[in-house]
């Protein structure tokens, strides 16, 4: 039988600067967002992530986007 694969939903999860450590390397941190329509975009998710920690004091490095899927026969 061949599977199926049903986008159910996605995480963003962004990856922020939160200091420096004792060496002068980036100190980073993450956090994750749940319950991302599986329907949105990835130009729409990266921005609501760049308008987030636009009102941070800490820089945003990056996002990533974690799909989720329902798999069944």
Same mark, same amino acid.
């Given at each position: $039988?061949?599977?199926?694969?049903?986008?159910?939903? #996605?995480? $963003? /999860? /962004?990856?922020? &600067?939160?200091? *420096?450590?004792? &060496?002068? !390397?980036?100190? *980073? #941190? &993450?956090?994750?967002?749940?319950? %991302?329509? @599986?329907? !949105? !975009? +990835?130009?729409?998710?990266? +921005? %609501?992530? %760049?308008? *987030?920690?636009?009102?941070? +004091?800490?820089? *945003?490095?990056? /996002?990533?986007?974690d @799909?989720?899927?329902?798999? !069944?026969?």
């Amino acid at each position: $039988m061949a599977v199926t694969s049903n986008a159910k939903d #996605s995480v $963003m /999860v /962004v990856t922020y &600067q939160v200091g *420096l450590t004792a &060496q002068g !390397s980036p100190k *980073l #941190s &993450q956090r994750s967002f749940p319950n %991302v329509k @599986s329907s !949105s !975009s +990835d130009q729409d998710v990266y +921005d %609501v992530a %760049v308008a *987030l920690y636009g009102l941070q +004091d800490y820089p *945003l490095i990056g /996002v990533r986007r974690d @799909s989720r899927f329902d798999l !069944s026969e």
